[in-house]
């Protein structure tokens, strides 16, 4: 059973428990630990930690882990997007996305809805996909850098909305612009394996795709199984369909080390 559970939002952004909520369910489910990952500060976006509530949320997640101690190990971690502003100096762990492009000066979010998807692939990329995948893949690229990530979020959250109606060329451009992306991140992150479209009704198997997650195998990569919860009843969700992916592929470990050189085992 995969013991922890490392991408969790709270009312701090987008979610909707408290993180104490999110502790307790943690608690009940057996977790040995359980690491918050609110959504870091994008100045165009609100769903966001506000820059005033930044203290309020490392403080609150220090005091869980003091309280709940005894039960499970807590962790402060943060969801930094590739346009986000933060000192990360101040959390135990980054977890790098790309939500957000930006093409001609003008923000597009590439995983909020199938219309503003589409919109992008309309108005930036003339109905090209594959060079919305490109541009997607290039920033992805560079999460590290920009972010200070150790684990990678959701790397192809491109392909969210399949069942929705945007189905992506995913052909010889697209494996080698995602190709890229993972050679730059191999050596230096852990990639998620995460249930988080699978709990909201939007996929019907996990990130990334197989194809992916074959690479990442075949090249020595690290995973880290993720449920990028936004309810405490989320949280772990559909863990199952992911240690499935482990067995298949043959990953005989999987977690991540965080800022402090910790490596935290989910096995
Ligand atoms: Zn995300
Ligand atoms: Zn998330």
């Known amino acids: 059973m995969i013991k922890s559970d490392f991408h969790v939002h709270t009312l701090f952004s987008d979610g ?6 999110i502790v307790k369910a943690a608690i009940k489910l057996g977790l040995e630990e359980i690491g918050f990952s609110d959504h870091a500060f994008v100045s165009f976006d609100d769903c966001r930690i ?14 869980l882990k003091e309280k709940y101690a005894g039960s499970i190990g807590v962790l402060c971690g943060i969801e930094m997007d590739y346009f ?27 995983d909020h809805s199938p219309e503003m998807t589409r919109l992008c692939i309309d108005e930036a990329f ?40 945007i189905n992506l060329d995913t052909g010889e451009r697209y494996a080698r612009a995602a190709k890229t992306a993972l050679d730059s991140l191999l050596p230096h992150c852990a990639f998620e394996i995460s249930t988080g479209a699978m709990t909201r009704g939007y996929r019907d198997t996990p990130y990334p795709s197989d194809a992916i997650l074959a690479y990442i ?20 969700g559909k863990f199952e369909v992911a240690e499935k992916k482990l067995s298949d592929f043959g990953f005989s470990a999987c977690g991540f080390t965080d800022k402090n050189g910790v490596y935290h085992s989910q096995l």
Do not use: C, M
Not at 50 to 63: G, H, L, N, Q
Not at 139 to 146: F, P
């Open 84 to 110: 986000s502003e933060d000192d990360v100096s101040d959390y135990d762990y980054v977890i790098g996305s790309v939500h957000y492009l930006k093409v001609n000066g003008k923000i597009y979010g590439v």
């Open 126 to 165: 003339k109905g090209d996909t594959a060079a919305f995948a490109e541009a997607y893949y290039e920033q992805v690229s560079k999460i590290r850098e920009t972010t200070g990530a150790d684990i990678v979020g959701h790397f192809d959250v491109i392909t969210k909305f399949e069942k929705r109606g």
């Open 217 to 236: 195998r075949e090249n020595g990569g690290r995973v880290v199984v993720s449920s990028d919860a936004h309810t405490a009843a989320n949280v772990a």
């Open 16 to 21: 909707s428990d408290t993180p104490e909520a």
């Open 50 to 63: 506000e820059k005033e509530d930044r203290k309020r949320y490392i403080d609150e997640i220090a005091r």
